[in-house]
T-cell receptor, first 111, second 114 residues
Framework: AQSVTQPDIHITVSEGASLELRCNYSYGATPYLFWYVQSPGQGLQLLLKYFSGDTLVQGIKGFEAEFKRSQSSFNLRKPSVHWSDAAEYFCAVVGNEKLTFGTGTRLTIIP | DAGVIQSPRHEVTEMGQEVTLRCKPISGHNSLFWYRQTMMRGLELLIYFNNNVPIDDSGMPEDRFSAKMPNASFSTLKIQPSEPRDSAVYFC????????????FGPGTRLLVL
């Protein structure tokens, strides 16, 4: 069965600083990988996805993620965070039609 | 497109009462998923449907939970009787079709069972 690990429960960064959120997955075949963002009291919004092809994928809101098969990773990055990026971020992998989520990383932005 | 629609957005009920959560998927989407989110267990898949047919309900916690999809534009998740441990946020998501793996989520129903 597939699994996702997000090792960082909570990250705090200054506004304007760069960001990297870590995600490691376990899946036997070529994975379909996703990053979702959840603002307080809201549903999950898709940031970006990787199915195949270019290992660096661009998403909405200036986010990007890089798929590294050798490291079983799909880390999310943003060069300069904004206060509105404060939210919870979930990495997910699809296997047998089911989405399996990581436990999430809560991002706090300080002025 | 209106996106996935869920109702009610908030529900407060007393233990033992029946609770019905509703979901309208994105028009044209053939797959529908119900998830539960809690602090302790994170996001869990409860059940999903393809073309209105339940495919996998292994995540449904117990017989008190049931889900139906009578047509392509409507699904319900029912809890009867409800218990305080059912308090959670319940999300519905839809997907265009099997093989198109992106799921789109509704805003969720926040359930509190007293």
């Amino acid at each position: 069965a597939q699994s996702v690990t997000q090792p960082d429960i909570h990250i705090t960064v200054s506004e304007g600083a760069s960001l990297e959120l870590r995600c490691n997955y376990s899946y036997g075949a070529t994975p379909y990988l996703f990053w979702y963002v959840q603002s307080p009291g809201q549903g999950l919004q898709l940031l970006l996805k990787y199915f195949s092809g270019d290992t660096l994928v661009q998403g909405i809101k200036g986010f990007e993620a890089e798929f590294k098969r050798s490291q079983s990773s799909f880390n999310l990055r943003k060069p300069s965070v904004h206060w509105s990026d404060a939210a919870e971020y979930f990495c997910a992998v699809v296997g047998n039609e089911k989405l399996t989520f990581g436990t999430g990383t809560r991002l706090t932005i300080i002025p | 497109d209106a996106g996935v629609i869920q109702s009610p957005r908030h529900e407060v009920t007393e233990m033992g009462q029946e609770v019905t959560l509703r979901c309208k998927p994105i028009s044209g989407h053939n797959s529908l998923f119900w998830y539960r989110q809690t602090m302790m267990r994170g996001l869990e898949l409860l059940i999903y449907f393809n073309n209105n047919v339940p495919i996998d309900d292994s995540g449904m916690p117990e017989d008190r939970f049931s889900a139906k999809m009578p047509n392509a534009s409507f699904s319900t998740l029912k809890i009867q009787p409800s218990e305080p441990r059912d308090s959670a946020v319940y999300f519905c998501a839809s997907r265009l079709t099997s093989g198109q793996e992106t799921q789109y989520f509704g805003p969720g129903t926040r359930l509190l069972v007293l």
